[in-house]
């Protein structure tokens, strides 16, 4: 499985925000917001959500746009089928 990323913002570094499913009972959506740059990888925030997802919300706490939310669920809901 590729891990749907979107790049929020972009210097000498980059902020991803990353989803990975965790299929349980429930699905749980661990959502990531990680630096990298030419020397090292930072995971800045990890925080877990459950159905149904709060888009605003979600945007709201990592700082992005619900449109970059929504095309992350997208990337990763296409890799279902």
Known sequence: MIVPTKVLKKNDYEIAL??????????IYEFHLVKFSA???ETLKIK???EPLEIEKIAEEFEAKPE???ELLEKL?????
């Open 68 to 70: 970059d939310i929504k």
């Open 48 to 50: 877990e959500y459950k």
């Open 77 to 81: 809901y296409s890799q279902k089928s």
């Open 18 to 27: 990353m989803v990975f499913p965790i299929f349980q009972e429930e699905t």
């Open 39 to 41: 020397s090292k990888t």
